[in-house]
């Protein structure tokens, strides 16, 4: 009752869907792991993704420009990563509660913007698929990868690059120690308020962009609370992938593949009922996290706000 | 108790009423920046919560999960448990109860009733223990778990609600709206107030906040919770199992959490049925820590942020000005509160200095807060 998902066309279209979904994960995963490897844990980022999905959106749908979208998005993102570094760094609040407050902020601000401001749901037209030249018409391997809105291929990009910071440059040396031992940084001369704020304002950014580029890259549309529940899947994201570029890469393609592989069977009626197939991600994330949870060492300093002594 | 201890307890219970005001005046802002009349929109929201016999029934109605799920909250949390699952907790002692109420229905109500409470109390209790356990022997981060688990468990309901548990009058009538048929009459809750939905619910709250209050404080049973909460290695060093009350202080937060479900259903909508938490889970969090994680704190807190989520209908219906403004000063809220624990934390270490100076020893600041939950206690 399944030989409908094993042909060559369910195959290609699951993997590429699988691949486009991974885009919001990604950013905002990357971004958060950033964060989380200086030592914050940000969960806001669902109420981040939403408000740059509706101001990404929300751009699009007045000047028609998605690289403006973008933009605004990624600004949004960094003003509320922002807000989010000066509670937590700076007030030293407590990290979990403080950013489910950013998130109820979030999920409400952009629900009540769209509502006073936009009203209905109204399609928009943001970024159209790029098909990379000659390397998209090879049969098979050019639908599956060249073939995608512009913010994908960023996405991907991000991987490399975020590992290049993190592992090979003065600065992700730097966030890595604040960290690891935020006395021991501070005392070589490395100011820890500085790398988080620049962390938390990243991930904030990178979550805004995530949430920009589902509202005008994979669905271009806006809806209240359209994010349900990504950005939270986006942290656990950095947890399963022990805080390394390549495994949030590994948990993004994972999660993303699953959702694909669900959007499908409901595509192709496949006897599965729709609460369950949307449901295995949740389950999914609550069992990885189960296995690895123990084995990975996380950053020491993980939620510890830091103090100079005098 | 000196008159320094006092000033800094008010200047504890004000920062919360700062914080609120601080909320609304942002949201002002924003209102004014939308072109609405921010003024109008406080006032229709002030006066339908408080301002009528009709919209203080409403509000006493909205205040009774606020109070059962802010309980659980303030055990979890003070037993260092970051519970966000109140809402899927919820929902799953709804669900409880109601399964159980219709297994039963021909049982006499004197024996139904309080069981049905109790089932909706032990289904939550189930699905925070999930939580908990993850947490207690897998080390499996609680915030994220319960979150997922709010996601299952209203996945589970969507489908339990338009398969198995769908009312077959609804199925009989081609209807298929998704809710479950009616429970039993002899497990309604009876009505407090006549024509308002106020129902006895309240009344179990109320005494539920009391005992909550006992048991954090003259029983073992808290002290060892708390103590999990506010230092974990210590209680382990005093021979305290901590993994077990790491999972029990979730098991407790969904046992309050469920029962808020049930007595939803029970009292107020009588069947199961889709949207039944309504938020309770995520505003329970916000009533909790606007309590200072107090049970009693809990009670005017969840008063008031009940009135502002009646409020909030009212002045939609009324004004157009979306209900989400609500959302968005409870998030401003809690962030702010949070945030201003800084001050608390400052204040009680001068505090103390000080009168370590003054019986003339020599002034050791106690260590910089961890920033653990336990820091917010009070």
Do not use: C
Not at chain 2, 100 to 113: E, K, R, V, Y
Request: hydrophobic fraction near 55%; proline fraction near 5%.
């Amino acid at each position: 009752m399944f030989e409908q998902l094993f042909t060559v066309t369910a195959i290609v279209g699951i993997i590429h869907s699988g691949i486009r979904l991974a885009t919001p994960y990604l950013f905002a995963s990357l971004g958060e792991m950033f964060a989380q490897r200086s030592g914050v844990v940000n969960l806001g980022v669902e109420g981040i993704m939403l408000m740059g999905a509706f101001s990404g959106y929300y751009v699009v749908l007045i000047t028609g420009n998605p690289w403006l979208g973008l933009l605004v998005a990624l600004i949004v993102g960094a003003l509320l990563g922002l807000l989010m570094a000066v509670i937590s760094v700076t007030m030293q609040a407590e990290q979990g509660i403080s950013g489910i407050g950013l998130t109820l902020f979030g999920v409400g601000l952009s629900s009540l913007l769209f509502k006073v401001l936009v009203g209905s749901p109204t399609g928009v037209s943001g970024f159209q698929p790029v098909e990379i030249p000659v390397l998209s018409s090879i049969p098979i391997i050019g639908d599956l990868f060249f073939d995608y809105e512009i913010p994908t291929y960023i996405a991907f990009l991000l991987v490399p690059i975020s590992l290049y910071v993190l592992m090979r440059t003065t600065l992700g040396l730097k966030i890595r120690a604040v960290g690891q031992n935020p006395q021991a940084a501070d005392s070589l001369g490395v100011s820890v308020p500085r790398v988080r704020y620049a962390t938390v304002i990243f991930g904030g950014a990178m979550a805004g962009v995530a949430g920009a580029s589902l509202s005008i890259g994979i669905i271009d549309i806006f809806q209240e609370n359209m994010t349900n529940g990504m950005g939270f899947i986006a942290v656990a994201l950095v947890y399963f992938g022990g805080w390394r570029p390549l495994g949030v890469l590994a948990g993004a393609l994972l999660f993303s593949m699953v959702n694909s592989l669900q959007l499908w069977a409901q595509v192709l009626n496949l006897p599965i009922s729709p609460d369950f197939a949307v449901m295995l991600p949740y389950i999914l994330t609550i069992v990885v996290l189960a296995l690895t949870a123990r084995q990975i060492r996380q950053p020491a300093a993980l939620t510890k706000p830091y103090e100079r002594g005098d | 108790m000196t008159r320094r201890t006092w000033s800094l307890r008010l200047f504890e219970a004000l920062l919360p009423i700062a914080a609120v005001l601080l909320a609304f005046a942002i949201g002002a802002v924003l209102l004014l920046a939308l072109g609405e009349n921010p003024l109008e929109a406080y006032w229709t929201l002030i006066s339908g919560a408080f301002g009528s016999v009709a919209g203080l029934a409403a509000t006493l109605t909205k205040m009774t999960p606020l109070i059962l799920v802010g309980l659980g909250i303030v055990i979890s949390f003070r037993g260092g448990v970051i519970n966000i699952g109140g809402e899927g907790q919820l929902i799953i002692g709804a669900l409880g109860a109601t399964a159980f109420a219709l297994a039963f229905s021909s049982w006499p109500g004197w024996l139904l009733l309080p069981l049905t409470l109790i089932m909706g109390a032990l289904a939550g209790a189930f699905w925070g223990g999930i939580a908990g356990s993850l947490k207690a022997w897998l080390n499996v981060n609680e915030i994220l778990s319960t979150v997922m688990l709010n996601s299952i468990a209203l996945l589970l309901v969507n489908w339990l609600l338009r398969g198995p548990l769908l009312d077959p009058a609804q199925k009989a009538a081609g209807t298929n709206i998704p809710q479950t048929a009616a429970i039993p009459e002899s497990t309604w809750l009876p009505r407090l107030i006549p024509r308002t939905q106020l129902h006895a619910g309240l009344l179990l709250a109320l005494v539920l906040a009391v005992l909550v209050y006992f048991l954090l404080w003259r029983t073992t049973l808290g002290y060892r919770i708390r103590t999990v909460g506010l230092n974990p290695s210590a209680a382990r060093y005093a021979g305290i199992p901590v993994p077990f009350y790491v999972a029990l202080s979730l098991v407790l937060g969904g046992a309050f959490a469920g029962l808020a479900g049930a007595v939803e259903v029970m009292g107020l909508h009588h069947r199961m049925l889709e949207g039944l938490s309504g938020g309770y889970g995520f505003s329970g969090i916000v009533a909790a820590l606007f309590g200072k994680l107090h049970p009693i704190g809990l009670i005017p807190a969840s008063f008031f942020f009940g009135g502002l989520l009646v409020g909030a209908d009212k002045m939609q219906r009324a004004i157009q000005v979306p209900s989400a403004l609500i959302t968005v000063i409870n998030g401003m809220v809690v962030m702010f509160v949070v945030a201003s624990d800084l001050y608390v934390r400052r204040a009680k270490r001068r505090y103390s200095a000080e009168a370590m100076s003054s019986i003339g020893e020599s002034a050791a600041p106690p260590a910089a807060g961890d920033g653990t939950a336990a820091e917010l206690v009070p």
